[in-house]
């Protein structure tokens, strides 16, 4: 038994705004202190370039905003933070993904030295970066067709431009001086731990077998990776970067060592202390969201990240191929247990977007001093959500498709993009807001829909992430549109907190990830039922929503 006060672990979870450090006692999951800091460049919008769909971020926010967020959430609690420092455990990371970086020998990314510091292709290519659309076609035509195997099959059956190989093409080909300067490529979950760690050498970095399995094809049944010459027929390049990853891939409750001095005097910690091999945040979050078997989590925020576990293969039950998701990968979430993805490429960031749109005026037409244009951005979706969730659903309701910024699941294409039909001269911003709330609702029911025709059973759905927390209406919609309670985690960190389950684990304060789990986590906050009346007239819009989208796919080029 794990004793109160005697042993804290943290979790650090880098979402796409900022990092989020909790710590929390090892013993019942009390957070002790916790602290958010957001990227600096990132903030100000540098390197990012929206309508090219182009999204980077510098390597020196992760690691200022880490070490920030760290002595902010010890400060949190300043009167015991010398006592707190001196029985932190481990640290566990996460980050989006897949948010790969060009590295050099020494795996450091290109953007951290002299020739590169601002050129974007030398930066980590952010998950929602989708300038290799291109790029994913031609790996998903070789994937099927070249040496007897399809290397998509553990992948949904299609590869995505948001993931590993597709936006590693892309930057080669377009940036000779940054291709002529890689070593070798690097997701983000892996730099920051190998980083914490002083492990230079990109042969000896412990790999996470969350990011490999899902976004870089990596699979026990070739062995790793694709061949040497399935990346040579691509690029060089590529073939070349391929062969420094190894073939090995670890699980997050694996240990990849522990602080260099330097990091430990930074941080006021010893260079004991522990840390976990990475993994990507909504995979750490399930756990931190109370993940089991037949539980579906529902991370919520800028996009949708949906995961669920089953049991491991076997020579009576071997392992069923789920087509059309984001890939299925032994012990991606729970060590022992198949980890199955999928997501939604946009949920608050639709939200943002009707926000942005409606705020151009407020922003570019009134003097800077005559209104607080902060104060009204901070509250307009607060406002509109109200007024929208005076407005009920008629079989004549407008419906907008999902696909903002493409469509992850079902069958991942970022070729696509949104609608909204039904629009009329008495159509107002609530309305549009409700019909916003209820694309997401229904692209969340049709992922449900294709994990169950793909034989995975959902008796539990967890949703997790700051719009689950915020969003009253959104979360009722989804009730309401799946015909299915909505649980809501209680904690305000789910993916901190999973990773100091895992942090928890490594240090042997617990035998497994699940005993961990049932120590820490926050547990359920409220649940969502559904509105019976309400789920008859969705069952009728969600036929219209299938039928527009079936449309709008058959008419992009």
């Known amino acids: 038994m794990v004793e109160k006060n005697e042993h804290f672990v943290a979790g650090a979870d880098f979402g796409s705004d900022s990092v989020r450090v909790v710590i929390l006692d090892a013993a019942d999951g009390e957070i002790i202190g916790q602290c958010v800091s957001p990227y600096p460049r990132w903030k100000k919008g540098l390197y990012c370039e929206p309508k090219l769909n ?86 998903n035509e070789l994937a099927r067709t070249w040496g007897g195997i399809d290397y998509t099959k553990y992948s949904g059956g299609v590869y995505s431009s948001e993931w590993f190989w597709a936006k590693i093409l892309h930057t080669v080909r377009k940036n000779p001086n940054v291709s002529k300067a890689a070593y070798t490529a690097m997701e983000h979950c892996d730099w920051i731990t190998a980083n914490l760690t002083g492990t230079e050498n990109p042969s000896t970095i412990k790999r996470s077998r969350c990011a490999a399995g899902h976004k870089m094809l990596w699979h026990k049944e070739w062995g790793g990776y694709p061949p040497e010459e399935f990346f040579s027929i691509l690029h060089p390049a590529l073939a070349k970067i391929r062969n420094t990853l190894g073939s090995e891939t670890w699980t997050a409750d694996t240990i990849a060592g522990t602080l260099t001095t330097e990091w430990a005097k930074k941080l006021g910690l010893s260079s004991e202390t522990i840390i976990c091999v990475g993994a990507y945040d909504a995979h750490i979050g399930a756990v931190g ?65 009707l926000r942005n749109l409606l705020m151009w005026p407020v922003k570019n037409l009134i003097e800077p001093n005559a209104v607080n244009i902060e104060k009204i951005e901070e509250i307009f979706l607060k406002k509109l959500e ?60 049709s992922i449900i829909e294709t994990f169950e025709a793909g034989g995975i059973h959902i008796e539990k759905i967890m949703a997790i992430g700051g719009v689950a927390r915020k969003s009253i209406i959104g979360m009722q919609i989804l009730a309401d549109i799946t015909n299915r309670d909505i649980h809501i985690t209680a904690g305000d960190q789910s993916c901190a907190i999973g990773a100091a389950v895992f942090a928890a684990t490594a240090a042997g304060l617990y035998t497994d990830v699940f005993t961990a789990q049932k120590a820490i986590s926050a547990g359920t906050e409220r649940i969502h039922h559904p509105n019976p009346s309400h789920v008859k007239v969705y069952n009728k819009l969600y036929e219209k929503f299938l039928r527009l989208g079936k449309f709008i796919e058959g008419e992009t080029l």
């Not at 907008?400 to 079902?410: K, Q, S």
């Not at 911003?429 to 916003?436: C, F, G, N, S």
Request: hydrophobic fraction near 40%; charge should be negative.
């Open 289 to 353: 969201g109370d993940a089991a078997p037949g539980v579906l989590v529902k991370s919520i925020g800028t996009s949708t990240c949906d995961v669920i576990i089953g049991p491991p293969s076997s020579a009576e039950k071997p392992e069923k191929l789920i087509p059309g998701i984001c890939g299925q990968v032994d012990g991606s979430v729970v060590p022992g247990w198949i980890g199955y993805e999928a997501g939604q490429s946009a949920y608050g960031d639709y939200y943002a977007w």
């Open 386 to 445: 109200q007024a929208a969730e005076e407005i009920h659903p008629t079989e004549s309701s407008i419906i907008a498709l999902d696909w903002i910024n493409g469509r992850r699941t079902p069958w991942a294409n970022q070729k696509l993009r949104a609608a909204i039909a039904g629009i009329d001269l008495g159509t107002d911003a609530p309305t549009l807001m409700r019909a916003l709330l209820e694309s997401t609702a229904f692209g969340a029911r």
């Open 54 to 139: 182009q999204f980077r971020q510098h390597p020196l926010d992760y690691i200022e905003s880490f070490t920030e967020a760290v002595l902010g959430a010890f400060d949190s609690n300043y009167n015991k933070k010398d006592f707190i420092k001196k029985r932190l455990r481990a640290i566990s990371i996460d980050t989006t993904g897949s948010t790969p970086v060009l590295a050099d020998k020494e795996g450091r990314p290109l953007a951290l030295s002299p020739s590169f510091t601002e050129d974007p292709d030398a930066m980590f290519i952010l998950w929602k970066d989708h300038t290799a659309v291109n790029e994913a076609d031609e790996i």
